[in-house]
């Protein structure tokens, strides 16, 4: 991987310009600028051009550059597809698969958020994110030297009979150079879904940067149904060199608590039965489940997973567990780490949604049950965990007479007691359409950080894939990470405006 090169200045003499004054005005182009670089990654030619004026224009002139070039017929899914592509670029995935990489893991988030927002918003998060992307690279030239994507090397890439092999070995290996090759010569000639299918495992198979690997593996993927398969080559290189993130020495020649789940995973889908989809929803067995997750070590949760399918009971039943009970650790402690036990969920999820093959999907399911508790005992080192639980959602006295208004004012000031609000206001017939709404809008006008995006997203579209006994706990819990009506606007919000304006 190689340094970005800064750009040749040359002054032209004024005498010389002539009629092309007005030019004067402009960043002159020197010949290093026409010629790309044969150290660094090539991108498409259709969208090199977006990608190099994200690149070089200003932080403080980029989202009226950008509103510009959209008023002349850019469109949405170029710029999407430009600020996914700088990102895999020119972030490096390194210390760990998070802090500034989040420009990466961001976008999907940020996408979802758009489609699903009012038509008149709909530019907010991207230009929110274009915004971050600069940040974003500004700290990887202060953190990583300025770290760019290398051109691959085209004389290690295997053949495609040979790419898959050598890509698994290399991953199996930890062996990044190996990797790169071997996933680049994947992207030519190998089907994406079938490519992906490896990400899948691959992303869930340790815990190091606390979900992250997983999150951009469905992230990514996502991305990619959206920009096409057409950029994928770059992107898949990032991925594979951000799931062989790790600590200290080869993972391989260890015995790590981050890889041992699912070492034993990968032995244990075998003593789940055939039929293991065809059980039956059982809302005890939800509650069973729920109660190792806030107890049990993770060798006690896949053990009870594996239990409870052999039993049958629906895959649904366990994984309303594993989402509700991530949001419950969100609500006892809403911080960093317990809210990225709810983005990984909603990762995993993907993933065993989005699989064609029986043991990944296994996998998807062993794994997320592993990670909750994992998780929870992460969140000891962040501080009190309050004894909270979904039930006590339940209990609460609070009076009936509040409004979707009054939740959001209340998040400010009382997030838990807002929490309960939002429980009860549901279990009343309160439309769960106007609380997410307006969880979306607020995101839009006041959201600040990727993980507003990345939470939001997430919960905002799990919110349907749990069975609907339990969403209204699963909503609520998750409120008190939510934007509330008391925070300040985001000032990208007016620049936004008057970009188009």
Known sequence: MSTRRSFLQTTLAAGALGDLAFLSGLSPVSAADLKASKNVVQLAPEIEPVVRMIEQTPRERLLEEMADRIKKGLSYAEVLAALQLAGVKNVEPRPSVGHKFHTVLVVNSAHLASVAGPKEHRWLPLFWALDYYKSAAARDVRERGDWTMSAVDESAIPSSQHARKSFL???????????????????????????YEMFFRLGARDFRSIGHKAIFVANSYRALQTIGEQHAEPILRSLAYALLMHEGDNPQKRDDEADRPYRRNVELVNTIRDDWKSG????????????????????????????????????????????VGSSELLMRQPGIVALHSVTTSNALYFAYKTSQNDETQRLML?????????????????????????????????????SVDRIFKDLGREPISAAAETYKFLQNNGSPQELIDTARLLVFLKGNDAHDYK??????????????????????????KMQHTQSRDNDLVQRTRDAFA
């Open 169 to 195: 070995n290399a991953m199996q290996s930890w062996d990044e150079s190996a990797a790169d090759v071997a996933v680049a010569g994947l992207a030519r000639t190998a089907k994406l879904d079938d490519i």
């Open 280 to 323: 039956q929803l059982d809302p005890e067995a939800t509650r069973e489940f729920l109660q190792v997750l806030r107890k049990g070590n993770n060798q006690e949760t896949c053990n009870l997973a594996i239990e409870q399918l052999n039993q049958g009971v629906s895959p649904q039943s366990i994984w309303d567990a594993m989402l």
């Open 366 to 402: 062993l794994q997320n049950a592993a990670f909750i508790p994992m998780f929870r005992d992460a969140m000891q080192s962040r501080g009190s965990i309050a004894d909270l639980s979904i039930e006590k959602l339940q209990q609460s006295k609070i009076e009936d007479n509040f």
């Open 455 to 480: 939470f939001s997203s997430a919960v905002l579209e799990d919110f349907q894939h749990v069975s609907p006994e339990w969403r209204n706990f699963y909503l609520a819990a998750n409120m008190p």
